[in-house]
Nanobody
Framework: VQLQASGGGVVQLGGSLRLSCAAS????????MGWFRQAPGKEREFVAA????????YYGDSVKGRFTISRDNAKNTVYLQMNSLKPEDTAVYYC?????????????????WGQGTQVTVSS
């Protein structure tokens, strides 16, 4: 099972980025897919999650209204559209997959992790 995150980069305050997470090695139709982020010296923070088969989405308070998680089942890919970016959004962003299929904000409840992609927002 592999998760490959991509799409990070440097963007100015108020800009946008779209992250992608391509899953391979099995069918993820029953999995919950999540995005987390970790800034230097801080704990890993929940960003968003999507129930793959149920279309339900969940967001951390700090990104509600600015970020949108979505998925393309045919491509086994999850996306994170990030708009109105702020310097405090700067972090390494990780995608994750959970076998339970249930929504969770807790990193240890996810079973597979991608390698992370750096997002830097400059002011």
């Amino acid at each position: 099972v592999q998760l490959q995150a991509s799409g990070g980069g440097v963007v100015q305050l108020g800009g946008s980025l779209r992250l992608s997470c391509a899953a391979s090695g099995r069918t993820f139709s029953s999995y919950v897919m999540g995005w987390f982020r970790q800034a230097p010296g801080k704990e890993r923070e929940f960003v968003a999650a999507i129930i793959w088969g149920g279309y339900s989405t969940y967001y951390g308070d700090s990104v509600k209204g600015r970020f949108t998680i979505s998925r393309d089942n045919a491509k086994n890919t999850v996306y994170l559209q990030m708009n109105s970016l702020k310097p405090e959004d700067t972090a390494v962003y990780y995608c994750a997959a959970g076998r339970s299929g249930s929504y969770s904000t807790t990193p240890h409840e996810y079973d597979y992790w991608g390698q992370g992609t750096q997002v830097t927002v400059s002011s």
